[in-house]
Nanobody, 122 residues
């Protein structure tokens, strides 16, 4: 199983970016999914997540991004997306996707994608 993140870049404050994370693997089930971020000198923090993709539970968000960011999951192509609107300089960070993935030979395992950098100018 691999997670491949993309979509980071440079944007001015008030702009938008859309991050994508493709979960690849054969005969897999994605149980939950999340986006984290880490800026220089700070710990990695949870931005948005689906706690249980199988249970129809609504996603949750960090207070700092509520109303601006939207996480989504497209099961057909196993892609986790993060739509980021009204970006602020404090949103600048490396963004990481994470997924809990089930396979018959491993059971449920957490996987991380590589970081994708988001830069927001004031």
């Amino acid at each position: 199983v691999q997670l491949q993140a993309s979509g980071g870049g440079f944007v001015q404050a008030g702009g938008s970016l859309r991050l994508s994370c493709k979960v690849s693997g054969t005969n897999i089930i994605v149980n939950n999914a999340a986006w984290y971020r880490q800026s220089q000198g700070n710990e990695r923090e949870l931005v948005a997540r689906f706690r249980d993709l199988r249970g129809g539970i609504n996603p949750t968000y960090a207070d700092s991004v509520k109303g601006r960011f939207t996480i989504s999951f497209h099961d057909a192509d196993k892609t986790i997306s993060l739509q980021m609107n009204s970006l602020k300089p404090e949103d600048a960070a490396d963004y990481f996707c994470k997924a809990n993935v089930w396979r018959a030979n491993t059971g449920s395992v957490d996987y991380w994608g590589q970081g994708t950098q988001v830069t927001v100018s004031s």
